[in-house]
């Protein structure tokens, strides 16, 4: 018997387990765990046009109930990403999806006719909910309507059939009319879940990801998926375990992504990925 198969946004994935935005590095640093193809998809850091150095050291403090970090979308710029790093994600026999964040509309149009022309490129997640947008630069969503905007942007923008996923802010009094924004505007799944506005011990903003943010997650998750029961979602946020992945598959998530937990251990997806397989 084959594996089960998991449909979002009009793409066949190996499974409902993925990699979350900037939590994989390039790619190259989860396979010494396990082959990307185990996984149901590899979602990329934020590529911006240009590169970022990043923000000012440290970047990451842990916490007792996660990570604060202040990476400030460090990576390498869509030129090097296409020439080095694309090429290789591509044969590795998952879905890239690449995540993308950018300063103004005009911006997120021009990676998207790039990246949506470019080989190996399954799909693509636009970074909506930066915690520190006001600080790294980035367009700064603030209501349901400048979500739709980038994202009509970006669909405008890409060849026919290249899905669009939005990444929304995990805000309960807004998520559901943000979610519904987006997908009006075009996009074909939205992602629930990215780390919460915090501050580093300095004062710096910052995100919070990690187990302090699951039960948020979830209940946003549980709340788009009653609201909008045809949408696709994709849970993310805290999420450590294969007990967590299946809660948020219970709310109603179509599929799931795992982040913070592979910072503390790499081979957390891979494992999640083989549990809900029922692998040995």
Request: glycine share 12%; net charge negative; aromatic share 2%.
């Amino acid at each position: 018997m084959s594996d089960p198969v998991t449909e979002l946004a009009g793409l066949t994935l190996s499974g409902p387990v993925l990699v979350a935005s900037g939590c994989g590095g390039s790619g190259r640093e989860l396979t010494a765990y396990g082959p990307l193809a185990d996984l149901g998809g590899f979602v990329t850091r934020s590529i911006t046009l240009n590169a970022r150095a990043g923000g000012s050291l440290p970047r990451i403090v842990e916490t007792p109930s996660g990570l604060l970090h202040a990476v400030g979308l460090q990576n390498p710029g869509l030129e090097h990403f296409l020439s080095l790093e694309l090429p290789w994600l591509a044969q590795q026999g998952t879905r890239v999806i690449v995540s993308i964040a950018g300063a103004t509309l005009g911006e997120y149009a021009e990676l998207a006719r790039r990246l949506g022309r470019s080989p190996g490129v399954s799909a693509i997640e636009v970074n909506l909910s930066a915690p520190d947008a006001t600080t790294t630069g980035v367009f700064d969503v603030r209501e349901p309507f400048h979500a739709a905007s980038v994202v009509a942007a970006v669909h405008r923008d890409l060849p026919r059939g290249m899905p669009v996923l939005a990444k929304v802010r995990t805000d309960l009094v807004r998520v559901v009319e943000s979610a519904r924004s987006v997908l009006d505007a075009g996009a074909a799944a939205v992602v629930v879940g990215n780390a919460l506005p915090a501050a580093m011990p300095d004062g710096r903003p910052a995100g919070l990801s990690g187990p302090a943010i699951a039960p948020l997650a979830l209940r946003c998750v549980t709340e788009v998926c009653a609201g909008l029961p045809d949408a696709q979602v994709v849970g993310a946020g805290g999420i450590a375990t294969a007990d967590d992945a299946r809660a948020f598959l219970a709310a109603g998530a179509t599929a799931v992504q795992v982040g913070a937990a592979l910072l503390h251990d790499p081979t957390t997806a891979a494992r999640i990925a083989a549990d809900l397989r029922g692998a040995p």
